[in-house]
């Protein structure tokens, strides 16, 4: 769940408040976006993939508040931890980490379709045979 939106590195830019499938944030005119509705949270990790600045944290478990401060995520080294891992570098425009999610949502949809006929329930009926 997202547990961090720091006062201090984030530059306002609002990406996270934007990517967010779930309205997760408000933003804040001139300030860091708050945490409004963090019940409402996926732990998706869109928002820190997102952020330019790696001005968030989102803890890994998805079934509740893990409270974490930031001097803990700073000695752990987490800050931008699932931004590397996916490869993305800082100097990555907004534009092709849209390509990368739309690439990334392909892959998932074509994942899902191969376990799902591996599993016997395909998709999309298929046409009766005469
Ligand atoms: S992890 Fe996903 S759902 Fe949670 S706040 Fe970030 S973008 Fe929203
Ligand atoms: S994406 Fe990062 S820098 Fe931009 S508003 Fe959100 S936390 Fe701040």
Known sequence: MI????QTACIHCDKCVKVCPTDVFDSVPDGAPVIARQEDCQTCFLCEAYCPVDALFVAANAYGPEPVIEEEVRAKGLWGKYRREL?????????DRLKETR???KRIREANERQKLESGHPHHEQPKQN
């Open 87 to 95: 490869g993305w570098t800082p100097a990555f425009t907004t534009k």
């Open 103 to 105: 690439e990334l949502g």
């Open 3 to 6: 547990e961090i939106v720091s």
